[in-house]
């Protein structure tokens, strides 16, 4: 295995570590590197993971197992890439599996929320918070994917998560930012949301990524917002059990703004009450990151308005790891973490390098 793996220091509290080489190589280092952590959480008793696990064990034993086939068959790629993850973890694959497949298997709480949009000054703008159980706060990191063949990628990665399932940057000039959308009833021929968001993030250019996310059905439900550099545009792409419906930017002045539920599938909720705790949690962050986001046509503008109360996840069972905000026009990345905010390069940031962004007149 010849493998490179770098620390560039850390990002606003959240340690980074960066792997170069052959893809299963590098997806094996990752397992080997990190697998206290991923033990660490797979370990918690009463925890998530644990919880995932007896799910699938029990109620949803058939339809993991009808997921999981359904994702080898139409995400080979990515589904080798998962028992990489596993074998260098020294866990079971399947226990990676049920990870991976949560909220395909069913409800899944809620979480995140993101903000895209033009900029006042051109370019795109992208905002992320991620949000998720507080039980793992400590845990989560940046990892940056440098794999032979393909677009660098950096993320905020869960440890035993493929990394894709929540703020990415590439190469390739491409950002992504998941939001879990709630199914009551999974697509069981569909493929592994997180796996969907992998093989989008995956490719070279923007047309190709809202291909491989509107074409490859979920088997749950995530909105993809995504920005495209070279392509000038933002876009949101809710992708519900297979049934895909899509928004794009059409002026600075109106951002697309998405949190945890479905807006632009028709019916998206069907299954779900509409006195669902979730739902409601969702529908009320959502009309105060609205108001909150009139203005969003600068970075700061954005980080703002998902920095503010009520929007900001501060609970043990929602709770926000960090805000990323992406600049195109600025070539800046902005992250908050733990720590201070921390402002960077962005094009050196996708491909693992912690740089200060360059001073234009």
Not at 187 to 200: D, K, M
Not at 291 to 305: E, I
Request: hydrophobic content about 45%; proline content about 4%.
């Amino acid at each position: 295995m010849s493998v490179t793996v770098e620390r560039p220091g850390a990002v606003s509290g959240l340690d980074w570590t960066v792997f170069r080489g052959e893809r299963i190589d590098v997806m094996r280092a990752l397992g080997d590197e990190h697998s206290d952590a991923i033990m660490a959480w797979r370990a918690l008793v009463g925890g998530s993971w644990s919880g995932l696990i007896e799910y699938a064990d029990g109620f949803a034993a058939q339809r993991f197992d009808a997921i999981v086939a359904s994702s080898k068959r139409l995400l080979p790629t990515e589904s080798a890439e998962l028992a990489a993850l596993a074998d260098g973890a020294g866990i079971p694959e399947r226990d990676l599996w049920v990870l991976n497949l949560r909220g395909d298997l069913g409800r899944d709480g809620t979480g995140c929320s993101d903000l895209a949009g033009l900029a006042a000054d051109g370019g795109v703008l992208l905002g992320h918070n991620e949000d998720g159980d507080a039980e793992v706060r400590e845990l989560i990191r940046l990892i940056t994917l440098d794999i032979d063949g393909d677009p660098c990628v950096t993320v905020l990665w869960y440890p035993g998560m493929l990394p894709a399932n929540s703020f990415v940057t590439t190469s390739a000039g491409l950002s992504f930012g998941m939001d879990h959308l709630p199914t009551a009833v999974p697509n069981l021929g569909g493929a592994g949301r997180h796996l969907v968001a992998r093989h989008a993030q995956r490719q070279t250019d923007g047309a190709a990524a809202r291909a491989a996310l509107t074409d490859v059905p979920c088997a749950g439900a995530f909105a993809f917002n995504m920005i495209d550099e070279p392509g000038g545009r933002a876009d949101v792409i809710e992708n519900v059990s297979g049934r895909v419906a899509a928004a794009r930017a059409e002026t600075a002045a109106i951002p697309l703004r998405h949190v945890n539920h479905p807006c632009l599938v028709p019916d998206g909720t069907r299954g779900i009450p509409d006195d669902d705790r979730w739902l409601a949690e969702s529908r009320g962050r959502g009309a105060l990151l609205e108001a909150g986001s009139v203005r969003a046509a600068t970075a700061a503008d954005v980080m703002s308005a998902l920095r503010a109360p009520g929007v900001l996840n501060t609970e043990e069972h929602l709770y926000t790891y960090a805000t990323t905000v992406v600049d195109t026009a600025r070539g800046r990345v902005l992250v908050r973490g733990h720590g201070d905010e921390w402002e960077g390069d962005l094009a050196a940031f996708a491909r693992g390098r912690r740089a200060a962004p360059v001073v234009t007149a």
